[in-house]
């Protein structure tokens, strides 16, 4: 007898699972099997309550098409990791030439290779696209306010991750045009207040932009953020899930003493 | 927002949250339908417009434009805007800086309990204040270019002089012009406007010496032509005399 009960989802009768015919003795072994071996993982760990928590949390009233900009965002960033790990089998990110050359290889000769790296450059362009209406909806929706203030503040860290990510990338493939332009980044980096001059050192690893910068980017861009990121992302939920998404600013809830007098 | 309007704010949604549907499926749903035009948009995009690769990068080369990612034109449109020597640290990273940190602590000043967008006409209009020039930014950027050619006459004096200078003159409008200078100086007509100063008349604000040093050694964000002069001395001299005749 399977342990795990979740509550039945609130579909049309009609698509609900028929309950069993009284006296029948036919079993499902499949199915069986997998309940068992999911209840076996679920009373060590009881992952099921945490799922239950996430799956089943009522969203309010209201709840627009505007609400799936964040999961839209999200999406875009496992597009991101997925197409990277890939363009990282190839790469090397030698800027003696290694580089381009792994970068030309990857365009020209890989089965689906300049598919994968299109994915991956405009795969970034739709991240901060989305990202950005993301942000504008909370914003224009009041959502940071009470009490979400602290998940607009880790949304304006993931934001500056992401534009941090596209900085770092667009070097790696090393031709004139990401050469020249993180040149000049970095430059503008170091212009900045207190910290400016400091950045632009540990970005280049040194006072000048040579052989070790490439390298440093490529760590930046691959290990560094992205897992920052991925923690982010993760509180990011984890707050999201814990306080409910906001109603949309103009939906009222009914009245529940009005409603029982009606009822 | 003080104690009472808080519990008034959490008793009202936890009512809405009450007399709403479950997670799993209606937002799940459309989460993914979303998630499937979001997939499909990227693999179009690069069906369509594939992964260029320029020329490899070479740093005594002269032919590249130093154009960042689209996303990032607003930032150096925002250069060109605030163009005063002395201003240019503040425009670079510090009205960026300045637009973080109050992006940052939003909720932190904006405790007014309103959230209907229409009875916040400050927040609402300061969003779309900054959507508008954003984007009317982004638009200049990209439609500015990074040209790469220079149709100032050849001064008559140089034509006159005729032999090695105005050879030299010519190969070092050349250079200039195809190393990327014009998407931040303007010369004559072409170019743009910032976030350098314009070079039409240069020679009679630098001698030549002067001119040298600032393309070895420049003040960000301008990148420097050291390697060009390490490796390609005649182009870099071609490029200096070009300059120190631009009167
Ligand atoms: C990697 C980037 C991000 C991801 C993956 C992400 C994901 C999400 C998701 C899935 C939600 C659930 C509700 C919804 O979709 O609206 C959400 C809510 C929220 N996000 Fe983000 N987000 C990101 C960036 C940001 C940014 C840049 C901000 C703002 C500066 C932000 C602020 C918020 C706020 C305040 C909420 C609560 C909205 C509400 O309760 O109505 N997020 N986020």
């Known amino acids: 007898m399977p342990k795990l009960k979740l509550p039945a989802p609130p579909l049309p009768d009609r698509l609900n699972p028929r309950p069993k015919r009284p ?84 365009t020209n000769e890989v089965f689906l290779g300049e598919f994968v790296r299109g994915m991956h450059k405009w795969g970034s362009s739709v991240m901060v696209i989305l990202i950005f209406l993301h942000m504008a909806r909370t914003f224009f929706f009041g959502a940071y306010k009470y009490p979400r203030e602290l998940n607009w503040v880790i949304g304006v860290a993931l934001l500056v991750l992401t534009m941090a990510m596209s900085f770092t990338g667009y070097l790696l493939p090393f031709d004139q045009r990401s050469y020249w332009a993180t040149i000049v980044g970095v430059n503008i980096n170091g212009t900045g207040p207190f ?14 932009f040579g052989a070790t910068t490439l390298a440093r980017f490529y760590a930046i861009h691959m290990l560094l953020i992205p897992g920052i990121l991925a923690a982010l992302i993760g509180a990011h939920l984890y707050l999201v899930a814990k306080l409910g998404t906001t109603a949309p600013p103009w939906i009222k809830a009914d009245d529940p003493v009005q409603k029982e007098e009606k009822a | 927002m003080n104690q009472r309007e808080k519990e008034e704010y959490l008793r009202e949604f936890a009512l809405l949250k009450q007399q709403g549907k479950p997670f799993f499926p209606y937002s799940v749903a459309k989460d993914g339908a979303m998630a499937v035009i979001v997939m499909l948009s990227i693999i179009l995009m690069a069906l369509v417009l ?21 996303y990032y034109f607003f930032l150096f449109e925002l250069l060109k805007i605030i163009k005063p020597a002395n201003l240019v640290p503040l425009a670079t990273i510090g009205v960026p800086t300045i637009c973080m940190i109050l992006l940052f602590l939003l909720p932190f000043y904006d405790r007014n309990p309103e959230r209907r967008p229409e009875r916040r006409p400050v927040a609402t209009a300061a969003g779309i204040f900054t959507i508008i020039a954003m984007g009317y930014l982004t638009y200049l950027g990209a439609s500015a270019g990074s040209p790469t050619q220079i149709d100032m006459e050849t001064p008559p004096q140089i034509v006159a002089q005729g032999g090695p200078m105005l050879e030299q003159f010519e190969t070092g409008k050349q250079v200039v012009a195809q190393s990327g200078c014009e998407a931040c100086h303007k010369f004559g007509e072409n170019g743009n406007d910032g976030p350098g100063p314009p ?27 050291k390697a060009l002069q390490a490796n390609e001395p005649e182009k870099f001299d071609a490029m200096v005399t070009f300059l120190s005749q631009l009167k």
């Open chain 1, 23 to 106: 006296g029948s003795t036919k079993t499902k072994p499949l199915a069986e099997a997998g309940i068992s071996a999911i209840d076996w993982v679920d009373e060590r760990t009881s992952l099921s309550q945490g799922a239950r928590w996430m799956m089943f949390r009522k969203i309010p009233k209201g709840t627009n098409w505007f609400y799936t900009l964040g999961s839209a965002t999200l999406f875009a960033f496992l597009s991101q990791t997925v197409t990277g790990v890939f363009l990282a089998m190839y790469y090397r990110p030698d800027a003696a030439g290694g580089a381009y050359e792994s970068v030309r290889y990857i």
């Open chain 1, 195 to 208: 910290v400016g001059p400091y950045l632009s050192d540990f970005l280049r690893a040194g006072p000048e």
């Open chain 2, 50 to 70: 594939g992964a260029e690769l320029g020329p490899k990068a070479d740093p005594t080369t002269t032919t590249y434009s130093p154009r960042p990612e689209w």
């Open chain 2, 199 to 225: 070079l039409t008349d240069i020679a009679s604000r630098l001698p030549k010496q002067a001119i040298a040093r600032t393309l070895i050694n420049p003040t960000a964000p301008m990148p420097s032509f």
